[in-house]
């Protein structure tokens, strides 16, 4: 998912990784952020299969 780490793109990360799909949050701009929301929806999606992925 590309914007995930962050409003929208965010939202519908953590929506997606709540209803099951595997999450891949990209972090070309901002490693740090997308580190940080991996760790966020997982923590609030205990099940969720969340990564980043250096694009």
Do not use: L
């Not at 998912?1 to 972090?27: C, D, H, K, L, R």
């Amino acid at each position: 998912m590309t914007g995930g780490n962050a409003g929208t793109g965010y939202f519908i990360a953590e929506q997606f990784a709540a209803a099951g799909a595997t999450v891949i949050i990209g972090s070309s701009r901002s490693p740090a952020k997308a580190v940080a929301a991996v760790e966020a929806v997982t923590a609030r999606v205990t099940r969720a299969p969340a990564s980043r992925s250096p694009m």
